[in-house]
């Protein structure tokens, strides 16, 4: 019987949207054998956890979540009206991608976001940290750990107020990038390569449980909440000014050789590090505003050597320079984060 409702599922995907509109799915089927055994699964799914039922449904469903949502039971439930039960909706939601939109506000008749929750997706930054990272997953084989850190975030946001991944992005601020950064194509766009591939683990459900984990320390009292959303746009414009540069600039030790390089180019690099240490985003969506100021030329010269001066700062045992540097940035962070949080509290 699994077998034969998978087969259907698989054959039907690619109409699905079409198909769906002619499918009654009032009537229980004429074989009583069949009725029987749908009325047996329907049971079991509804009487079990979200958790359980998630296993049981995604034995008759697509692999790809994409597929899943494109076949006419994916696409019944996820625009029926009135609308499944927030339990069934929670069971199916990461096996069809199918969410409320980033503003909370339902897309269509569209809806699986978390209910109840103290935390929002504001609450969520821009690119995982490595403290969650490093607590809550575990590597993906082939899969670029940069890539399942982009989707984490991305599916956080989805779990607390829904909406597409392009939604979420923008919600984000990650929905575009200068391609000289972050390489053509949309940011998202790994997301596919991801639940792929965490599928084909050991544990296919690891990635989803690991999801949940951070979703279940974000609802306790006992972890602080940060409004992330609110410092990215406190620092939409940001950079170090000149004053806090210069001053900066002269509690840096001297290091043996030649004096570094600490002019405009690496003011803007600066700032653009403490940007990321604030809100947890990636250096590539960091304004630079001291960059932009430039002419063309000049641009083109300071972009030929971020990423050599970007390595520098972020290597396991940086030199003499930057150690200091980034010591006296940490603080210039730590120091604005207080700020924006307490102005704002």
């Known amino acids: 019987m699994r077998a034969s409702l998978r087969r259907r599922s698989g054959d039907q995907h690619d109409a699905a949207p079409a198909f769906a509109s002619?499918?009654?799915?009032?009537?229980?089927?004429?074989?009583?054998?069949?009725?029987?055994?749908?009325?047996?699964i329907a049971d079991r799914i509804?009487?079990?956890?979200?958790?359980?039922?998630?296993?049981?449904?995604?034995t008759i469903l697509p692999p790809s979540t994409r597929r899943a949502s494109r076949t006419a039971w994916g696409v019944r439930v996820t625009?029926?009206?009135?609308?499944?039960?927030?339990?069934?909706?929670?069971?199916?939601?990461?096996?069809?991608?199918?969410?409320?939109?980033?503003?909370?506000?339902?897309?269509?008749?569209?809806s699986a976001a978390l209910h109840g929750?103290?935390?929002?997706?504001?609450?969520?930054?821009?690119?995982?940290?490595?403290?969650?990272?490093?607590?809550?997953?575990?590597?993906?084989?082939?899969?670029?750990?940069?890539?399942?850190?982009?989707?984490?975030?991305?599916r956080l946001v989805q779990m607390?107020?829904?909406?597409?991944?392009?939604?979420?992005?923008?919600?984000l601020e990650i929905a575009s990038a200068d391609t000289t950064w972050a390489g053509k194509g949309r940011i998202?766009?790994?997301?596919?390569?991801?639940?792929t591939g965490a599928g084909q683990q050991p544990d296919p459900r690891g990635f989803e449980a690991s999801l949940s984990a951070i979703a279940g320390e974000l609802d306790s009292p006992a972890t602080p909440l940060v409004n992330y959303r609110r410092r990215r746009q406190a620092l939409q414009a940001?950079?170090?000014?000149?004053?806090?540069?210069?001053?900066?600039?002269?509690?840096?030790?001297?290091?043996?050789?030649?004096?570094?390089?600490?002019?405009?180019?690496?003011?803007?690099?600066?700032?653009v590090y403490v940007w990321v240490q604030v809100t947890s985003g990636e250096h590539y969506f960091a304004p630079r505003p001291i960059e932009a100021a430039q002419p063309p030329e000049v641009q083109e010269a300071w972009r030929a050597r971020w990423a050599t001066i970007w390595h520098l700062m972020h290597r396991n045992r940086p030199g003499p320079h930057y150690a200091s540097l980034k010591a006296e940035l940490d603080i210039l962070a730590t120091s604005l984060a207080r700020s924006i949080d307490t102005r704002h509290g």
């Open 79 to 110: 625009r029926s009206s009135p609308p499944c039960s927030e339990g069934l909706q929670a069971a199916y939601a990461p096996l069809l991608r199918a969410f409320a939109r980033a503003d909370g506000q339902p897309q269509g008749r569209r």
């Open 238 to 271: 940001w950079c170090i000014d000149e004053e806090t540069w210069t001053r900066l600039a002269r509690r840096l030790p001297r290091v043996p050789g030649p004096e570094p390089e600490l002019g405009d180019r690496k003011r803007q690099i600066a700032s």
């Open 117 to 154: 929750q103290r935390w929002g997706p504001e609450n969520i930054p821009a690119f995982l940290p490595d403290d969650w990272y490093a607590r809550h997953f575990t590597p993906i084989a082939g899969i670029n750990p940069m890539l399942v850190r982009r989707t984490a975030v991305l």
């Open 188 to 195: 998202y766009s790994g997301a596919g390569h991801v639940h």
């Open 46 to 58: 509804l009487n079990a956890s979200a958790e359980e039922a998630r296993e049981r449904l995604r």
């Open 160 to 171: 607390v107020a829904g909406g597409s991944l392009g939604e979420a992005a923008a919600f």
């Open 22 to 40: 002619r499918v009654r799915f009032d009537l229980p089927p004429a074989d009583a054998a069949v009725s029987g055994c749908l009325a047996h």
